[in-house]
Structure formats: C-alpha cells, structure tokens
T-cell receptor
Framework: TQLLEQSPQFLSIQEGENLTVYCNSSSVFSSLQWYRQEPGEGPVLLVTVVTGGEVKKLKRLTFQFGDARKDSSLHITAAQPGDTGLYLCAGLSNNDMRFGAGTRLTVKP | NAGVMQNPRHLVRRRGQEARLRCSPMKGHSHVYWYRQLPEEGLKFMVYLQKENIIDESGMPKERFSAEFPKEGPSILRIQQVVRGDSAAYFC????????????FGQGTRLTVV
C-alpha cells in the first residue's frame, strides 16, 4: 500500500482549463515536496511546503499544505500543453522520503 | 555545482548477469536515496544511505540486490543474476547533511534485461 495516495491517477484536459490534484496520507510529515517528471527524465523539484496551512504560488501553480500536515494539493490555472507530465508528491519525516504513485496529466492543445 | 550524476543512462544485461548502477550525489550531499520506477508508475523507495551506512533498506528485495555508499566514490546499486522483472528505471536522489531538506534527482539508469 502507498504511504501517500495521489488522485486522480490520470487526468486529461484541454488547454486553458483549471485542475487540482491531491496528495493524501494518514501520516504526518515535517514537509512535503511536489515534483514533475517528464518522459525519460528524473523528477524535478517544484516546491517544498513545510508549515501546516502553507500556500505557495509558482506562476500558474498553487500548492497548499493541509493544516494537519497530512495532505497537500496542487492547483494549476489555465493549463498549457507544457504542463503535461507526471506530478509526484513526496512526504518527508525523520530523514525518510516516500513518494505517491503520481498523477499523470495530459493537456491537449 | 554539478547535479546528481547517474551512469550509465542505459544498461542492457542478459538474464543471469550482474548490473551495477552508479550515483554521484551533488557536492556536499551525504544522503542518497535509490528508487525504482516501472513504466507508467510512480517511484518505489528501495534504500536510503548515508556515507558508509545503510539507514533504511526496507524497500530492497531480500535477495540479489545490494547497495553501498562508500567514504570515497559514488553510491552503487548492485543487482546480481538479473531477471526480466528487474527491467525498470532506477533513480537516485541526494540531499544535504541535515534532516528533512530538499532532495535532487539524477536522470536515472534504464535497465533492460533481455
């Protein structure tokens, strides 16, 4: 079983639409990271959230860490084809880093 | 400052051979994590190492797989007597010397067992 559950597993939308993907766990994390991975490449870090309730914005991407530090969401506004990729969340606690299975996003032009 | 370097990028082995995957962490990073990724799936944790120590190997298969991170040189993930089911992308990540900090990934080694 996954320590971190990501949903949806697959998401296909049209360019310009908004979307939200989720990362949930029953465990508390000291911090949580979001990565994006493109085919044939390693994951690239997008953001780290540390404080419960924290919201971080990165251009059209908004990341939120739940108050209890067990869950997180990633919202993308006006999605573009360049946003296509696998979005992974990773929870960190006690020097341990574990990943969810990812949300595979496809943005069609 | 070079990023995490993994080599080779692609590795083909026949069933029964050994595979050695190398990971050089970023300069100043003493924590290394290895992950396995099957096509269309997320990353599965294998092992977490600090210099000369295995901290957590709960994700490693009990047989044929081993990992090390010596005082000098890269971290090595070794797979003995490979089978077709070992075919996957293997990624390593490194992080600095403190707890709960950001980790950076290499580009992975794609192992194909024929």
């Amino acid at each position: 079983t996954q320590l971190l559950e990501q949903s949806p597993q697959f998401l296909s939308i049209q360019e310009g639409e908004n979307l939200t993907v989720y990362c949930n766990s029953s465990s508390v994390f000291s911090s949580l990271q979001w990565y994006r991975q493109e085919p044939g490449e390693g994951p690239v870090l997008l953001v780290t959230v540390v404080t419960g309730g924290e919201v971080k914005k990165l251009k059209r991407l908004t990341f939120q860490f739940g108050d209890a530090r067990k869950d997180s969401s990633l919202h993308i506004t006006a999605a573009q084809p360049g946003d296509t990729g696998l979005y992974l969340c990773a929870g960190l606690s006690n020097n341990d880093m574990r990943f969810g299975a990812g949300t595979r996003l496809t943005v069609k032009p | 400052n070079a990023g995490v370097m993994q080599n080779p990028r692609h590795l083909v082995r026949r069933r029964g051979q050994e595979a050695r995957l190398r990971c050089s962490p970023m300069k100043g990073h003493s924590h290394v994590y290895w992950y396995r990724q099957l096509p269309e799936e997320g990353l599965k944790f294998m092992v977490y190492l600090q210099k000369e120590n295995i901290i957590d190997e709960s994700g490693m298969p009990k047989e044929r797989f081993s990992a090390e991170f010596p005082k000098e040189g890269p971290s090595i993930l070794r797979i003995q007597q490979v089978v077709r089911g070992d075919s996957a992308a293997y990624f390593c990540a490194s992080s600095p010397d403190s707890m709960n900090t950001e980790a950076f990934f290499g580009q992975g080694t794609r192992l194909t067992v024929v």
